[in-house]
């Protein structure tokens, strides 16, 4: 028997539990809006800053409002994924 057919033949690994995949979701969707509030800090700055610039506007906005989400965004998150949660 060939390795291919080896894991043809072999049983699907146990699916994770919903609360893991939620709270999997949910870190996942905490990362893309970490790095959507990093662009919008950066990009200005890579766009913009030129030799003897001494500065460039940023809007800090984006990442306040991604800290300020983050917590209850995990709250919700982790008690789902904990056993007995």
């Keep these: 028997m060939t390795a291919a057919q080896d894991r043809l033949d072999s049983p ?11 709270a999997l979701t949910a870190l ?5 809006a970490c ?3 990093a662009g919008a800090v950066y ?5 913009a800053a030129r030799p ?3 500065a460039v506007e940023v809007d800090f906005l984006p990442g306040v409002q991604v800290s300020l989400a983050a917590a209850a965004l995990l709250d919700l998150a982790a008690p789902r994924a904990l056993p007995g949660g």
């Design 12 to 22: 699907r690994p146990p699916t994770p539990p919903r609360r893991v995949i939620a």
């Design 35 to 37: 790095a959507e509030a």
């Design 28 to 32: 996942t969707a905490l990362i893309g």
């Design 43 to 47: 990009q200005p700055i890579a766009v």
């Design 52 to 54: 003897g610039r001494e």
